[in-house]
């Protein structure tokens, strides 16, 4: 049933990649256009960390969800 609270990744890139779990409610909510997705098990959402897309995850009323969460960190190496 946990949440996850308004937030901005620190990353460059970010994503959510849904394994699958049988659960009401959810969902990742992203503040900018007021979006929520439901992904679907095998789905991929990729976007902007820092400080362009504040979201949240939105608590589950029953059940497990399953998801992988990856990010992307930009480096500067010098001498490249």
């Known amino acids: 049933t946990r949440g996850m ?9 970010a994503s959510i990649i849904y394994l699958g779990g ?3 409610g959810g969902g990742t909510e992203f503040k ?6 439901q992904g679907e098990p ?4 990729i976007y902007h960390g820092q400080f362009t897309n504040v979201h949240r995850g939105r608590p589950i009323s029953s059940g497990k969800r399953y998801l992988l969460l990856a990010s992307y960190m930009e480096e500067c190496v010098s001498g490249f």
């Open 22 to 24: 049988e659960f009401d």
């Open 5 to 13: 609270g308004w937030h901005r990744d620190a990353e460059s890139v």
């Open 42 to 45: 095998g789905e991929i959402v």
């Open 32 to 37: 900018r256009g007021n979006i929520v997705i």
